[in-house]
């Protein structure tokens, strides 16, 4: 059996693991759904990705696709201290003028994003974002390379559903949800395992 390792492996593995013959459509709209319910559950494991922004002559630049909140943006300039987030009203009130300078203040309004004083520059942004989903055009993401099984076993759900057969269905959700489960812990070491522990109290 061919690995699942993309959009046209994934669809295939659908026809065959529930044996029936959807069409296109249909598998699209169960990849859909799964990938709805994984961008709900995966908040939890606060995948961040690196993105370079780059700000116009005002200062403001347009965020990728899947943005959801901001880790820490700063400069890409070696030496460059993570600029402070605060809202729109308030940074345009520490510089009514938009006078240009070394931005100190970020704000996000929407799918803009603002930096102050203004300065046209690139920033690297750290970044919570969605999943990216699959299509034929948009073959692969971060969560079918690494758990492809997590993707087939909720799409599967998903045509169960379609079939009436909720007892099914829910059991392909739970198997899914036991793989992101593997998922977030393969985060949590992948983002925790080298760092060090400081108490926050004296200690003898």
């Not at 494991?45 to 690196?50: G, S």
């Amino acid at each position: 059996m061919t690995a699942i390792t993309n959009y046209t492996t994934l669809i295939a593995a659908i026809d065959d693991w529930s044996e029936r013959d959807y069409t296109d459509a249909q598998k699209d709209q169960f990849i859909g759904l799964a990938e709805s319910e994984f961008n709900l559950i995966l908040r939890s494991y606060r995948r961040i990705e690196q993105n370079t922004l780059t700000t116009n002559s005002s200062g403001e630049a347009t965020l990728p696709a899947g943005f959801r909140s901001m880790v820490s943006i700063k400069r890409d300039y070696s030496g460059s201290a993570p600029l402070i987030p605060t809202d729109w009203r308030t940074l345009e009130a520490l510089n009514p003028y938009a006078l240009s300078g070394l931005p100190e203040y970020y704000a996000i309004k929407g799918t803009t994003l603002k930096v102050s004083p203004v300065a046209e520059d690139d920033f690297i942004a750290e970044m919570e974002v969605a999943l990216s989903g699959l299509t034929s055009s948009n073959a692969t993401n971060w969560l079918i390379t690494l758990a492809p099984m997590a993707y087939l076993a909720m799409c599967l759900s998903a045509a169960e559903a379609f079939q009436k057969n909720f007892s099914e269905a829910a059991t392909w959700k739970a198997q899914a949800l036991q793989y992101l489960d593997l998922v977030g812990i393969q985060s949590d070491v992948a983002q925790f395992a080298t760092a060090s522990v400081v108490l926050d109290m004296p200690t003898p």
